[in-house]
């Protein structure tokens, strides 16, 4: 293993010296997401396995190349699982694309415990930086304010940072009890209803809402849930057909086959209907929405930065279109200043954080 | 604590005259302190041992004054050591001789509450305690609670990543902020994150989260509000030994309970704050553990029937559920009071913040009782057990030059043993001066060029809280040669990861 960290290392090094582009590309599972990159294609699957876990401190040390399905199995034969439930996309999707592409999945927003963005499980990272140093940021315990805590700014940062080796998480027991209730109505109702349960302690641990049915997800112990069910309106989907329909979420399989853009929207909780065209999968409690549409990038983005919102074409439309929405000229600053703390010829993954520059 | 910092010496009176009339010239009716006995109470923070006066004392009103500030000192190149309510315990605050104190203390609005979208946007010198006040009306709390959390604001918290005893359950300050806004060294407005999760980008704001006044200035935060439980109860369990608690601990988290607060305290801990407080603690106990359910009436009855068997399992000697409220309040308040108490026995006390794996909770405090024998010097400890977060207090008297040179000896031992058991120097209280060597130790070299380096991408010149934080590679060179000198390499050979 250690030999392919000090192969990569020479690689970085001489394409830096060259000015020449890598690809950081694993299981491919997630291509579609951002900017097109051409370059030298460096693959980390090669470097996998687990590092250390001890079910005890609900942390996992792991190498960035293992397939994220492996992972979740070893999890789940312990009781345990990654508290985002993040897409897979695909069998080869792989811990570090994962981590490197920062998307997580229903039980985001969830009141139940330790759930959250991806980065709020990153513990600790090691990474070869585009100089072809060797790095290790964080480490393996649950609090730790030693240095700039710059492993968190590795999830979602896709490749643009370093090479991801091995990555620390935090993850969480499995609840108890879950059970999913399905209740038909209008979207307004739906977001209302979404918005209403927040407010309230209940073990509310994912929202959905399509096609006019509105889904919750309860998750926590036999009490919580049993109590819950007795408030919440709906009808009880049954075990397999709840597993499925999250599964189903996670995976965006509505939007699979479309050839319209896929819109990835950001929005405040409490934002009504958006009432743009096409078809729509909300979550989070009304806080992100998928819309497949093809309506233009203009029209949607401006519509939802009014709103407080942010806008990304997630998957499929016009390549042409930015997939990401600009940052603000401060930040935009910051950001590239950072980027070239650690890439300074940027070689890596270059094209790949492509921003909107009109938006 | 930090010999090499930089900070420490006599204000040059002449600078001092030049900063203050352009700093008033450049920023009408802002107030200004300079002369001696004003800037005086600003001399130190929580880190009381290390004291300094600042070149002067500035308190912005508006966040417009806090950018004018920034401006004008940035036009002259003098550093800028923020300041919230100076209650962090690794020397964060401490003023540097050359440097402007910026007190974000009248920076203390709470901007907005929205109780449908449950956040709460407020000014950074807000108290931390004052936000979860603001929003009990609505039924809902900021989940973050240091136990300074009267005194303590909630930039501070953002710039150390603050925790507390409800975190275990609900997360750090990191977890908890949604977006910040202030001003970057050159005085120019920037906001990172917001209410609409995940933007894509560089999640700067996570980068800003425990910063510790480095990289960034802080005017506003976004805190995300939860709802209160309905219900809460609070077990006292003991333990006939240390080592029985720790494993206890592990033993609660492996079987899958997340109670909302998991606290240590060992025999020399209950002792020390029941007079004071009486609590009920069983000063008979090696350890008691304080373990808190809350949710619905229902689920905390379910929850804490379960974790009373796991712990009568894992081998508790004596179990107390609170009955009300009012004796729930009684056993935290022991907990909560003891950083105090321990003031009120010693003249002085040295709070360490190291984290480790839960599982060596057990070796690591039987280890720093022998280092109690070793360097002659009492040491209670209270700390976040579910976290892994320990809090030795090393008791001493300052005025004794020999009990501060073996408190800091004690301490920095403490901080080397968390490390080769897999863990890290500060859990929650941050760098500041006080670990700068330790960091040292717990990076290696690229590591920490590559922080010197994003410190830099802020501010270039290094005017933001300078010879805080992270160490210069020449002060860890020197900081090496001392270790080897000392005989103190101990654990040379372990990774430093
Ligand atoms: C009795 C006691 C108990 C404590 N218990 C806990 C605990 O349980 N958990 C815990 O985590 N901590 C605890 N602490 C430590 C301390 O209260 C926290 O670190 C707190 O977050 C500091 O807040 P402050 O406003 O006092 O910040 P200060 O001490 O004034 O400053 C801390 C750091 O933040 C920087 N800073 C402050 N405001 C800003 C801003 N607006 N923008 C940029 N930088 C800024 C400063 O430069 C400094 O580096 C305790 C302290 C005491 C005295």
């Known amino acids: 293993m250690d030999a392919l960290v000090a192969t990569w290392s020479a690689q970085i090094r001489s394409a830096g010296a060259a000015g020449r582009a890598l690809w950081i590309s ?78 997580a999945g229903p039980r985001r927003l969830a009141q139940s415990v330790g759930t959250g963005a991806v980065r709020d499980s990153v513990l600790g990272v090691r990474l070869i930086d585009g100089r072809g140093e060797v790095l290790a940021f964080g480490g393996r315990v649950v609090k730790n304010v030693a240095g700039y805590d710059v492993s968190r700014v590795l999830a979602g940062s896709l490749g643009t940072l370093g090479l991801l080796l091995e990555i620390s998480l935090k993850v ?21 209803c979404m918005q209403d349960w927040m407010r309230q302690p209940l073990p509310v641990s994912a929202t959905a809402y399509a096609e006019g049915l509105l889904q919750v997800r309860l998750s926590g112990g036999e009490a919580a849930v049993a109590e819950a069910l007795q408030v919440l309106p709906g009808d009880r989907l049954p ?10 979420v996670r995976e965006l399989a509505f939007a699979r086959t479309t050839a319209a853009a896929l819109w990835r929207l950001g929005l405040p909780a409490s934002v009504p209907p958006l009432a743009l065209p096409g078809t729509e999968l909300v979550e989070w409690n009304g806080q992100r ?20 919102g942010h806008a990304t074409r997630f998957r499929g439309g016009d390549p042409t279109v930015a997939p990401f929405p600009a940052s603000s000229p401060v930040v935009a600053q910051l950001e590239a200043r950072v980027r070239a703390a650690f890439d300074p010829q940027q070689i890596l993954n270059p094209g790949r954080w492509h921003a909107d520059a009109t938006d | 604590m930090n010999r090499g910092y930089a900070g420490r010496g006599a204000v040059d009176p002449e600078r001092r005259r030049l900063v203050v009339a352009h700093l008033r010239a450049a920023v009408p009716g802002l107030a200004v302190l300079d002369a001696e006995e004003a800037v005086a109470p600003f001399e130190c923070d929580g880190l009381s041992v290390e004291r300094q006066r600042p070149l002067a004392v500035v308190l912005p009103g508006t966040a417009a004054e806090v950018s004018a500030v920034l401006r004008a000192c940035h036009a002259l190149q003098v550093p800028v050591v923020a300041r919230g309510a100076g209650t962090g315990l690794s020397g964060g605050a401490l003023p540097h001789r050359e440097a402007v104190l910026l007190s ?29 006040e603001a929003a009990a009306p609505h039924g809902l709390f900021y989940a973050p609670d240091p136990s300074s959390q009267i005194a303590c604001t909630i930039g501070g918290n953002v710039a150390e990543n603050a925790g507390g ?48 006044g480095t990289l960034l200035i802080v005017t506003e935060v976004l805190v995300r509000l939860l709802p209160r439980p309905a219900a809460r109860c609070c077990l006292l369990a003991s333990f006939a030994t240390v080592e029985a608690a720790g494993v206890a601990v592990a033993d609660l988290i492996a079987a899958g309970f997340v109670p909302s607060g998991l606290e240590m305290m060992d025999q020399a801990a209950t002792r020390m704050v029941e007079p004071f407080v009486q609590a009920g603690y069983d000063l008979e106990a090696a350890a008691i553990l304080l373990c808190e359910a809350d949710g619905t009436a229902t689920e905390v009855a379910e929850r804490v029937a379960a974790m009373q068997q796991r712990l009568q399992a894992s081998g508790a000697t004596r179990i107390a559920a609170s009955r009300d409220e009012a004796e729930r309040l009684r056993f935290w308040a022991g907990r909560k009071n003891a950083f105090p108490a321990a003031g009120r026995v010693s003249p002085d006390y040295y709070c360490m913040d190291g984290t480790i794996p839960r599982r060596h909770l057990g070796a690591v405090l039987t280890a720093i009782a022998a280092m109690e024998q070793r360097y002659g010097l009492r040491c209670p400890n209270v700390f976040h057990a579910g976290d892994g977060n320990l809090h030795p207090l090393i008791l001493f008297d300052a005025n004794d030059a020999d009990q501060l040179a073996r408190a800091e000896a004690f301490g920095a031992e403490i901080l080397r043993t968390c490390i080769a058991f897999g863990g890290t120097v500060t859990g929650e209280h941050g760098v500041g001066v006080e670990k700068i060597d330790q960091l040292c130790a717990q990076f290696d070299d690229p590591t920490r060029v590559a922080f010197l380096r994003l410190r830099a991408a802020f501010d270039p010149a290094g005017l933001l809280n300078p010879g805080k934080a992270i160490p210069t590679l020449r002060r860890c060179a020197e900081h090496g040669r001392e270790h080897v000198h000392g005989g103190q390499a101990r654990f040379a050979d372990l990774p430093r990861w």
């Not at chain 1, 997401?33 to 001890?54: K, T």
């Not at chain 1, 040390?61 to 985002?84: K, N, P, S, Y």
């Not at chain 2, 908890?176 to 999640?203: H, R, S, W």
């Open chain 2, 104 to 132: 974000l203390a009248r920076l203390d609005q709470i901007l907005a509450l929205d109780p449908v979208a449950c956040t709460a946007r407020v000014q950074s010198g807000v108290r931390n305690l004052a936000i979860s």
């Open chain 1, 239 to 248: 075990v397999t057909a709840a597993v499925d329909h999250w599964m189903a």
């Open chain 1, 289 to 308: 929405r998928w819309l497949v549409t093809d309506a233009p990038a203009r029209v949607i983005r401006a519509r939802v930065r009014a709103l407080g």
């Open chain 1, 172 to 192: 969480v027991p499995r609840p108890v009890c879950e059970a999913t209730l399905v209740y038909r109505c209008s979207q307004a109702t739906a977001l209302t």
């Open chain 2, 165 to 212: 005893v409800q975190c275990l359950r609900y997360g750090l300050t990191v977890h908890n902020v949604l977006g910040i806004a202030g001003y970057t060294v050159e005085g120019e407005a920037f906001a990172f994150g917001g209410a609409a999760p995940d933007a894509p980008g560089l999640d700067l704001l996570a980068l800003a989260v425990g910063s510790e």
């Open chain 1, 26 to 103: 694993a299981g491919g599972t997630k291509a579609f997401y951002g900017g097109a990159v051409v370059g030298e294609r460096l693959d980390p699957r090669g470097y996998h396995g687990v590092v250390e876990y001890e079910p005890s401190e609900l942390v996992v040390t792991v190498r960035a190349g293992t397939r994220l399905a492996d992972l979740e199995a070893l999890l789940a034969a312990h009781g345990q699982m990654l508290a985002f439930e993040p897409p897979h996309f695909g069998d080869a999707a792989t811990v570090g694309g994962m981590v490197a592409a920062g998307l």
